[in-house]
């Protein structure tokens, strides 16, 4: 067994961080039931991380609204990198084969992520931007 590599995947559903280091950490995140978007109630924010995702596996809309800017939204390429700066509200609307990579601040799911109701206007906005394939899900 090699000792000079670490492996690590997580086929369960939702986040889980795997990688830790002296200030980051690198966490999979697979398709969860709030990434339909019949069952999107919620965006969240972290205030002092950037949130890097990178979609690997399925297909995702990645939705983010910053101060009082429109809610905005792209719809992501497997391979491509997109980073969320610290402060900005953002969540996903995603298939169920989704899997994602995250990087950020060590340990900012336990201390700093701040969640909130998504409000209408923001969901009517949302709808406004999404493609054929997220709208049925």
Known sequence: MRTDLEIFSWDGIGYKPLVFSAGWQVALLNWEPLF???NLTEIERHNHSDEV?????GQAVLFTRSGSEALAAVEMICGQIYNVPAGVWHNLVAT???VFIIVENRDTHLNDTEIRPITPQELAALDAYLPTWA???
């Open 36 to 38: 339909d978007r019949a």
């Open 53 to 57: 995702f990178v979609l690997v596996k």
């Open 96 to 98: 169920r084969d989704a």
């Open 135 to 137: 709208r049925a899900i």
